[in-house]
């Protein structure tokens, strides 16, 4: 098998909209709350005609804490990948203090991603809204883009790739690399 680029997608602030509050995003904890972004159906599936597998990579440390039960998890992703062209949906559900390899920003589910499904990382992006999203993209290989939401209480990411306001833009970005 021949390797395959991918785009690896945070999941809260690129995929799914969050709460805001505090000057960060938090990571909705009920089906009510769980909302897509508008509009990023059309150019997923413009790169996966362009034969990037689309993999959502987020940590999730609400469940880790009982915050929010591991089923609720599921349906919500379960509703992403029924909505949207996504190929896989890998999930850390540690808290930081677990210090696991696969919680951004350490790469281990880019990692595990590009094992499991033959993924070229140097040929693969990282979209995130976090600081933690881009090191995990750079330290896994990958080209790094930062969509910047304006989160006050965490620092910006240290030189992304690119810096961009939106997915679509994001995309746009991917899909004038590889024509």
Avoid at 24 to 35: G, L, M, V
Avoid at 133 to 152: H, M
């Amino acid at each position: 098998m021949s390797a395959v680029p991918a785009v690896f997608l945070d999941r809260d602030g690129v995929v799914v909209v969050p709460e805001f509050r505090d000057g960060r995003s938090y990571a909705p904890t009920t089906i009510d709350a769980f909302r897509l972004y508008p509009d990023i159906e059309e150019p997923l599936r413009q790169l996966k005609a362009r034969g990037y597998r689309i993999v959502v990579v987020t940590n999730q440390p609400d469940v880790g804490r009982g915050v929010i039960a591991a089923a609720t998890l599921a349906e919500m992703h379960a509703r992403m990948t029924q909505a949207l062209p996504v190929d896989e949906v890998r999930v850390c559900t540690h808290t930081r203090a677990d210090a696991c390899d696969c919680r951004k920003p350490r790469p281990g589910m880019l990692l595990d991603a590009a094992r499991d499904a033959g993924i070229a990382l140097a040929d693969s992006f990282m979209i995130g809204d976090r600081d933690s999203d881009v090191a995990a993209g750079r330290a896994a290989g990958c080209r790094t883009i930062f969509i910047d939401l304006g989160y006050t209480a965490e620092p910006a990411p240290d030189q992304p790739d690119w810096t961009v306001a939106s997915l679509q833009q994001a995309i746009a970005i991917i899909l004038s690399q590889r024509p």
